[in-house]
T-cell receptor
Framework: AQSVAQPEDQVNVAEGNPLTVKCTYS??????LFWYVQYPNRGLQFLLK??????LVKGSYGFEAEFNKSQTSFHLKKPSALVSDSALYFC??????????FGKGNQVVVIP | DTGVSQDPRHKITKRGQNVTFRCDPI?????LYWYRQTLGQGPEFLTY????????KSRLLSDRFSAERPKGSFSTLEIQRTEQGDSAMYLC????????????????FGPGTRLTVT
């Protein structure tokens, strides 16, 4: 089945340290990949996407993600984490007709 | 605020009752999606519309669920004879796009309607 996997349940990182949230995908053809963030009691917010071209894509709030076709990965990164980055992060792949298939999500906890 | 809005934000109902949720998408978006999210899981696709046409329904969408998008603007999701297993967050999203490149457009999500069936 075409899908994404987020192998870690929770990512803990100290404020100021680099943050990485992992995502691997399993789709046929060229994938359209997305990252969303969900804060408590709020809807999902779009962070960034990979469609084609440069493997390093930059998004909102200082986040970036690297598409790696050989490793079928699309890890989300931020050079210096903030306490306000603590949230639930979802990786998603766009299937036919633009329906999104989401991973189970990663809770990110940034420790002051 | 010109984002996606959903109403109500919370709904508590008794098993067997019918409920209806509303979603108002971003005005220029022709595609509208419904997802369901349970605790500890990512959103799961339910159905989507392009303009007023409902183009796909997930097998998760039982016969008790129906969605409409009259005139291609707002959408409603109705659940008949609710069951406790229907308790979840129901998310609406909208996007631009049509044809082969529709998947390249990001979807914008509303705040969701949290349904609790007692």
């Amino acid at each position: 089945a075409q899908s994404v996997a987020q192998p870690e349940d929770q990512v803990n990182v100290a404020e100021g340290n680099p943050l990485t949230v992992k995502c691997t995908y399993s789709v046929s053809g060229n994938p359209y990949l997305f990252w969303y963030v969900q804060y408590p009691n709020r809807g999902l917010q779009f962070l960034l996407k990979y469609i084609t071209g440069d493997n390093l894509v930059k998004g909102s709030y200082g986040f970036e993600a690297e598409f790696n076709k050989s490793q079928t990965s699309f890890h989300l990164k931020k050079p210096s984490a903030l306490v306000s980055d603590s949230a639930l992060y979802f990786c998603a792949v766009s299937l036919r007709n633009n329906r999104l298939a989401f991973g189970k999500g990663n809770q990110v906890v940034v420790i002051p | 605020d010109t984002g996606v809005s959903q109403d109500p934000r919370h709904k508590i109902t008794k098993r067997g009752q019918n409920v209806t949720f509303r979603c108002d998408p971003i005005s220029e978006h022709n595609r509208l999606y419904w997802y369901r999210q349970t605790l500890g899981q990512g959103p799961e696709f339910l159905t989507y519309f392009q303009n007023e046409a409902q183009l796909e329904k997930s097998r998760l969408l039982s016969d008790r669920f129906s969605a409409e998008r009259p005139k291609g603007s707002f959408s409603t999701l109705e659940i008949q004879r609710t069951e406790q297993g229907d308790s979840a967050m129901y998310l609406c999203a909208s996007s631009l796009g049509a044809g082969g490149l529709a998947g390249a457009y990001e979807q914008y999500f509303g705040p969701g309607t949290r349904l609790t069936v007692t």
